[in-house]
């Protein structure tokens, strides 16, 4: 069964540290994407990898940076992290050009609390 | 620019009831359609999906959808609910208009199925 795994389900970290979320999938899919889930508000993309070392922001950028150094592995940093920060973080990969005929295969999430 | 509205937020209805989950989407050019389901503290997991061909499409968990060209809508279907539906749900279309590399998002409807 294919698989996006991500490192963590549940992170308490404190304002202001360095947060890494790591997200690895095994299908060789080209695509993978870094959302956050609020109450309300949907999924919004925070960043989106097309290929190794290759980023696009999504709509929600600021405040993290991403990282593709191996195609299975993307992960999602947050340089400073911050109380508004706190959320349900959910990986998901594509293949490409099948994103329309696959749509996205999602991991479990993290639900990331900032104190 | 392609938009997916979630016409209600939240739908209660009780076990054995028969539900539609509404989702309306806007696109200048031909579309792919998902719906995915949530169950609490998890990820997104894909339903159904309409590519082309019958308008009529069936999903697991005894779920099935409508393509309608003309009112723009894919609305989400079951005859008789269980406890176990109790999720979100999302609907998504394809993003023809970029490559196909992204999935545009409906924030969400809150299924309920109460005893």
């Known amino acids: 069964d294919v698989k996006v795994t991500q490192s963590s389900r549940y992170l308490v970290k404190r304002t202001g540290e360095k947060v890494f979320l790591e997200c690895v999938q095994d299908m060789d899919h080209e695509n993978m994407f870094w959302y956050r889930q609020d109450p309300g508000l949907g999924l919004r993309l925070i960043y989106f990898s097309y290929d190794v070392k290759m980023k696009e922001k999504g709509d929600i950028p600021e405040g993290y940076s991403v990282s593709r150094e191996k195609k299975e592995r993307f992960s999602l940093i947050l340089e400073s992290a911050s109380t508004n920060q706190t959320s349900m973080y959910l990986c998901?990969?594509?293949?490409?050009?099948?994103?329309?005929?696959?749509?996205?295969?999602f991991g479990s999430g993290t639900r990331l609390t900032v104190v | 620019a392609q938009s997916v509205t979630q016409l209600d937020s939240q739908v209660p209805v009780f076990e054995e009831a028969p539900v539609e989950l509404r989702c309306n989407y806007s696109?200048?050019?031909?579309?792919?359609l998902f719906w995915y389901v949530q169950y609490p503290n998890q990820g997104l997991q894909l339903l159904l999906k309409?590519?082309?061909?019958s308008t009529l499409v069936k999903g697991i968990n005894g779920f099935e959808a409508e393509f309608n060209k003309s009112q723009t809508s894919f609305h989400l279907r079951k005859p008789s609910v269980h406890i176990s539906d109790t999720a979100e749900y999302f609907c998504a279309v394809s993003d023809n208009a970029g490559n196909n590399r992204k999935l545009i998002w409906g924030l969400g409807t809150s299924l309920a199925v109460n005893p």
């Open positions: 696109s200048s050019v031909s579309v792919y």
């Open positions: 309409y590519l082309s061909g």
């Open positions: 998901a990969s594509s293949l490409y050009p099948m994103t329309v005929n696959y749509g996205y295969t």
